[in-house]
């Protein structure tokens, strides 16, 4: 793969099961991208690609949830979060999963892997690159997967982060300036979704502190809605190649139907195969 070609991954919690699908098409193919940006479910589903784990994102996401449900409202009480933190950055990939580190540093060893998460203190995105060790790898990634009012604020050498998909859900201009004249692009909504509405007194409420964030989360539709439109706007023009999912998801932020998302896993695996010679050729 033409190494001025970048992979950007988009977040969405429970539909990145879509993106996984997709990965694992890639690898099962041999398709292989040096700069791959991902921001919250993205990114971590992108580093068990990064890594060469085919299958890993999958079970994590269905096989995991099947016989350990970690999406519930009891997490709100115990951890703060409406999923297990503790063990979906903990034990899971350092145990039960165990996350394929050496991997990962063979990978940065030839290429760029990106992680994206919000500053709470400024509202704008911040760009981590290669990790020290395993676990600072996955601070980051649960940075950049702390979604906003359901997760608790991640911190990172004292500074205060949420999901990378409160700033830069697309990260496809950062692509850009990092030298990535084209992109494959990731997405997790079908053509022609667009966000609606705006969070009012939640941010208030939740985030008192940090009023640079607060005015980012109340653009939030707007700053998701612009990057898309860039990124079609890419695609129209010849440097971005999108997959998405076909029709409107029945899986949401926080699906836990295990039909459903084995369901959509497919779908990211079969939408990624039929743009094989398109991004071969690209």
Do not use: W
Not at 140 to 152: I, L, Q, Y
Not at 163 to 174: A, L, N, Q, T, Y
Not at 239 to 256: K, N, W, Y
């Amino acid at each position: 793969m033409d190494s001025n070609i970048g992979l950007v991954l988009e977040g969405g919690g429970m539909r990145g099961v879509f993106t996984s699908g997709v990965l694992d098409c890639f690898l099962d193919f041999g398709l292989s991208f040096s700069y791959v940006i991902g921001v919250s479910a993205g990114g971590s589903n992108g580093l068990s690609y990064a890594s060469g784990q085919r299958g890993r994102a999958r079970k994590c996401s269905i096989d995991v949830l099947r016989d350990r449900p970690y999406i519930n409202l009891r997490y709100m009480f115990s951890q703060g979060c409406i999923m297990d933190y503790d063990f979906l950055f903990g034990d899971l990939p350092l145990r039960e999963l165990p996350y394929n580190f050496s991997e990962y540093k063979k990978f940065i060893n030839r290429g760029k892997y990106t992680l994206v998460a919000t500053n709470c203190l400024t509202g704008a995105p911040e760009y981590f690159g290669s990790a020290k060790s395993e676990k600072d790898l996955l601070m980051k990634c649960r940075a950049s997967c702390s979604m906003p009012f359901v997760s608790t604020i991640t911190h990172i050498d004292n500074i205060p982060y949420l999901d990378g998909g409160i700033s830069d859900p697309i990260p496809i201009r950062k692509a850009q300036s990092d030298g990535c004249a084209k992109n494959v692009v990731v997405l997790t909504r079908n053509r022609g979704y667009r966000k609606r509405g705006g969070y009012f007194l939640l941010p208030y409420l939740f985030y008192p502190k940090y009023p640079n964030l607060r005015e980012t989360l109340s653009r939030k539709s707007k700053i998701y809605n612009e990057e898309l439109q860039y990124a079609e706007e890419c695609e129209e023009n010849g440097s971005a190649i999108l997959i998405r999912p076909l029709t409107p998801l029945h899986v949401g932020r926080f699906g836990r139907d295990i039909g459903s998302l084995e369901s959509l896993y497919e779908e990211g695996y079969s939408c990624a195969k039929a743009k094989l010679a398109e991004i071969e050729n690209f």
